[in-house]
């Protein structure tokens, strides 16, 4: 940040309209407060308006190659996270098609983020130094998390990205569609394993050489919007669930086996479908495959 920026920040932290802000049982961050991870919106308008005119283009151009691709999310949070909390792995994606985070650091610590490989062993650990910031393009294997906290830790993060639903991934004229239900799964685990099914069923179908590939939001309850919408285009559509994998086999995850997910997902036990749909969707992402798309107004 520029000096004039961080000087604000650092010596004015909000820290009670943060904890005021996490309080109301009307803000989604109010269970995570609970844990100790509070997250508030930025409202500084000088500094949103240097994020979104001065930032954006550039980050979208280091990770996306091409400074147009047009988002449809974007928020800045003030982040403050308590002694004892802690972040477990994640990836940050969710439903998104790409997203980027950046958080830059207030404090002195050695509290960084740390970086996670597949199996969730450390490749590196962020520096948590005041004006220090780290910048992560997420894909279903950017797991990352935060281990046990001993002093308050204050940071800014802003992500932007694309929402997947409202794209069609590989487009062909004349093929006909598939649109992917997000729904089906339980999501108890924190490394939100729900939403990356349909991600799996994606790249699937694209080693399957199936095109015009849409996704309907995660269990929305308007699927059929999206349905009509690409037979309204494409008039053929074939649907499946997020976990459907086509000459492959299904997976679905319980409230039994969601634990065994995980640790076929982090590659600590192999299974006959998931962990072949996870070698798949390791070199789609790796590829850049997941980027051919377009976006559709819905």
């Not at 994020?51 to 283009?57: A, G, H, P, R």
């Not at 001993?150 to 800014?156: E, M, N, T, V, Y």
């Not at 309907?216 to 309204?232: E, N």
Request: one cysteine or more; hydrophobic letters at 35%; aromatic letters at 14%.
């Amino acid at each position: 940040m520029h000096v004039n920026f961080l000087q604000r920040f650092y010596d004015n932290y909000p820290e009670e309209y943060i904890r005021s802000y996490c309080a109301d049982p009307n803000n989604k961050e109010y269970n995570d407060a609970k844990w100790g991870n509070y997250s508030a919106p930025v409202t500084d308008v000088d500094f949103l308006s240097h994020i979104k005119y001065e930032v954006l283009d550039t980050l979208k151009w280091e990770f996306l190659g091409n400074p147009y691709y047009e988002h449809d999310h974007h928020y800045v949070n003030f982040h403050m996270d308590e002694p004892g909390s802690h972040l477990e792995p994640h990836n940050d994606l969710k439903n998104f098609r790409w997203l980027m985070t950046s958080q830059v650091y207030l404090d002195d610590s050695d509290q960084g983020v740390r970086i996670l490989n597949r199996h969730l062993e450390v490749v590196h650990q962020v520096p948590n130094k005041v004006n220090t910031a780290y910048y992560i393009c997420a894909s279903p294997f950017s797991w990352h998390d935060v281990p046990e906290l001993h002093s308050l830790k204050r940071s800014i993060l802003f992500r932007v990205g694309k929402r997947k639903h409202k794209t069609l991934a590989h487009p062909m004229p004349g093929k006909p569609a598939w649109v992917i239900v997000n729904d089906g799964h339980d999501d108890t685990h924190y490394a939100k394993l729900g939403l990356r099914m349909g991600n799996l069923t994606e790249a699937w179908l694209h080693e399957q050489e199936c095109y015009n590939i849409y996704h309907t939001d995660w269990r929305a309850k308007d699927s059929d919007k999206i349905i009509d919408y690409a037979r309204d285009v494409h008039g053929t559509v074939n649907v499946v669930f997020s976990g459907e994998f086509p000459h492959l086999g299904n997976y679905f995850i319980t409230q039994d086996n969601f634990e065994y997910t995980a640790d076929v997902v982090f590659g600590k036990t192999t299974h006959s479908i998931l962990t072949e749909a996870e070698n798949v969707m390791y070199y789609y992402y790796k590829n850049n495959l997941h980027m051919n798309y377009v976006d559709i107004k819905i």
